[in-house]
């Protein structure tokens, strides 16, 4: 499998220094963002974003002294597919607005004051096959000399492979899945969507539940190219609405066993999916997705919402973080970092127990729309088959979720009834 390029601009080490500034900050430099008075807007600008949200991010800022080290953290991350590369402008660049007075990064631009803004020019094609530093240093915020307050960032560009899967189909459609390279396309996978019996020896079983209505039994096998199972999804807790409700609750949602072939025709769990509808008359989906490590306690990668009505896009990617992990070389060896050396240039150095970088991603489409998942996941998290056939399963799971936790009140298409 030949993966995609991509780049990944990584933005952080911000900081604002100021000469009148005597006293040591009692931070040392770490300034919790609940009391720092200082925010920056950094925004993606010169190129086209379908979303506005993934081009603008909002973050406090130390005020730190000369007698203070060097802060070390990321504040952003940008992504960028190859078209994206070649539609990006020559103008392209980051934009870093730092403002001072709101307590908070949502009051930031009704009640601060803007203390200057400092562009860093990008060239995306420097970075397709080598990673490279766009900035690394101080600039002043204010065109004075006197006096100026200065402002500490590093901007660096890191090639980002990914291999990119699209299925061929809505997942309870049994879809052919493609990997997809530029404008070429070959299948892989292929998926069967089922209603498995209720307590097959190699899964859960389901939580009892006095109700009637209930989703469940659901389960969705990807096989390769010569028909040999090489990963699945399946219901390992039914989707039922909370009690008086047509609602899926998060004090008690469904779940999804992530499983791989272990030999023998046996399987052994992999990762678990929990969904829910958000309260309050909300259309957002949550998740919570985990990785079950063999010999350790479940590790949470990933968790937030996805709108049921306009869809999103479901991420782990510990970019900003580093992820404890303590899986087994080979089938989820994520102690190799991202492979580009940029880690420990924002702080985080390399550890056979925490993973740095983008690890995969999956579309969602909105309910009435013919729901088509299209994957990206980083090279350096796949060594076989079937670490991809678990990507591709667990982007099914979550997509298959959107209709279990529709509420119960509406209809579910005929393939997704027993």
């Not at 309260?279 to 957002?284: I, M, T």
């Not at 899986?327 to 056979?352: I, K």
């Not at 690890?359 to 088509?372: I, R």
Request: proline share 8%; charged share 20%; with cysteine.
């Amino acid at each position: 499998m030949d993966p995609c390029p991509f780049v990944r601009i990584l933005v952080g080490n911000l900081a604002v220094k100021s000469p009148a500034s005597s006293k040591p900050s009692s931070f040392s430099g770490k300034v919790h963002p609940s009391t720092s008075s200082l925010f920056c807007k950094i925004q993606l600008k010169g190129v086209d974003c379908e979303d506005s949200l993934s081009s603008s991010n909002v973050c406090s800022v130390p005020l730190i002294t000369e007698c203070d080290p060097q802060p070390r953290s990321l504040a952003a991350s940008f992504d960028f597919s190859k078209p994206k590369i070649l539609k990006a402008s020559k103008k392209a660049q980051i934009k870093i607005s730092v403002y001072k007075g709101a307590a908070t990064p949502s009051c930031i631009f009704t009640s601060a004051k803007l203390i200057g803004k400092i562009s860093i020019p990008l060239d995306l094609t420097l970075a397709e096959s080598r990673a490279c530093t766009f900035h690394n240093g101080w600039l002043p915020l204010t065109k004075t000399t006197n006096q100026a307050q200065l402002l500490h960032l590093t901007v660096r560009a890191d090639p980002d492979p990914r291999f990119v899967f699209r299925f061929d189909g809505e997942p309870e459609c049994s879809p052919q899945v493609f990997q997809i390279k530029g404008d070429v396309k070959q299948p892989v996978f292929t998926c069967k969507f089922s209603f498995r019996d209720k307590n097959p020896a190699h899964f859960p079983s389901p939580n009892a539940n006095n109700t009637t209505a209930e989703r469940k039994g659901w389960s969705i096998t990807v096989h390769d190219l010569s028909g040999s199972p090489v990963a699945a999804a399946s219901m390992a807790t039914p989707f039922v609405p909370s009690p008086g409700s047509q609602r899926v609750s998060r004090s008690n949602p469904g779940a999804w066993l992530i499983i791989r072939p272990d030999g023998d025709g046996t399987w052994k769990p992999w990762g678990r999916l929990e969904a829910w509808r958000e309260p309050n008359n909300s259309n957002a989906v949550g998740y919570r997705f985990q990785i079950l490590p063999a010999t350790a306690d479940p590790v949470t990668l990933a968790g937030s919402t996805i709108s049921s009505q306009h869809g999103g896009k479901f991420t782990i990617d510990a970019t900003s973080g580093v992820t404890p992990l303590s899986t087994p070389r080979g089938s989820w060896d994520l102690g190799s970092g991202s492979g580009s050396g940029s880690s420990s240039d924002f702080g985080f150095e390399q550890n056979s127990f925490f993973n740095k970088g983008f690890v995969m991603s999956a579309t969602v489409d909105g309910e009435g729309k013919c729901s088509k998942p299209e994957v990206e996941v980083g090279v350096q998290h796949v060594s076989c088959t079937e670490d991809a056939a678990a990507f591709v399963a667990l982007a099914a799971a979550l997509d298959l979720s959107m209709d279990a936790c529709k509420l119960f009140s509406h209809k579910l298409r005929k393939e997704l009834r027993q």
